[in-house]
């Protein structure tokens, strides 16, 4: 069975401070996937970013980077220069497919996101 | 952009009524998903759907609940019989034509509250 840790129930920081989202993850699939979506407070679900298990190249994408190891099975997400536009629940999640087509996504609790100004 | 939507935003019902909570799949897109999001946790996969029927449904997802795809384009969730533990927000998602793992596109949500 699949499992997404996010640790961190809430974060709060100031604007423009660096902020951390930790994502550990278990599954005993060699190939699978990791997500992070964000929830801003108006509810919808928008996607940020897909990693796959064979890929461990860290990506930056404007403030955002990401942090893949599979060593330590952690998916993590950085926000640079946080803003206050950034305050959102964020999920990290994982999927996998034994034999199906199906790539369910099993989230984490989540990781509520406040930046103040 | 094309997106995923859902009707209706919001779903007041009694205990005991039937609902149907209605989603568009971006067009292309070949696999279709129900979560549900209890307010306040995460998000919990209930249903995917593959070629006109299930292919993989959670312990959530019990002779309650059904899914469809009437006309090629709609697909729908209903709760036969609400129970008040149904209140939530449902969200549909689908997924694009080619294999692996591509992220799944969620709709807004529809707000179901069970009275």
């Known amino acids: 069975a699949q499992k997404v840790t996010q640790a961190q129930t809430e974060i709060s920081v100031v604007e423009k401070e660096d902020v951390t989202l930790d994502c550990v993850y278990e599954?005993?699939?060699?190939?699978?996937?990791l997500f992070w979506y964000k929830q801003p407070p108006s509810g919808e679900l928008v996607f940020l970013i897909r990693r796959n298990s064979f890929d461990e190249q860290n990506e930056i994408s404007g403030r955002y980077s990401w942090n893949f190891q599979k060593s330590t099975s952690s998916f993590n997400f950085t926000i640079t220069a946080s803003q206050v536009v950034d305050s959102a629940v964020y999920f990290c999640a994982l999927s996998v497919n034994p034999g199906g087509s199906n790539y369910k996504l099993t989230f984490g609790k989540g990781t509520l996101l406040t930046v103040n100004p | 952009e094309p997106e995923v939507t859902q009707t209706p935003s919001h779903q007041v019902t009694q205990m005991g009524q039937e609902v149907i909570l209605r989603c568009v799949p971006i067009?292309?897109?070949?696999?279709f998903y129900w979560y549900r999001q209890i307010l306040g946790q995460k998000v919990e996969f209930l249903v995917s759907?593959?070629?006109?029927?299930?292919?993989?449904k959670s312990e959530i997802f019990d002779d309650q609940f059904s899914v469809e795809r009437p006309d090629g384009s709609n697909f729908t969730l209903k709760i036969r019989s609400t129970k008040l533990e149904d209140s939530a927000m449902y969200f549909c998602?689908?997924?694009?034509?080619?294999?692996?793992?591509?992220?799944?596109?969620f709709g807004p949500g529809t707000r179901l509250t069970v009275l």
């Open positions: 998602a689908s997924r694009g034509p080619r294999t692996g793992g591509n992220e799944q596109f």
């Open positions: 759907f593959y070629n006109n029927e299930i292919s993989e």
């Open positions: 067009s292309n897109h070949l696999y």
């Open positions: 599954t005993r699939d060699t190939t699978y996937y």
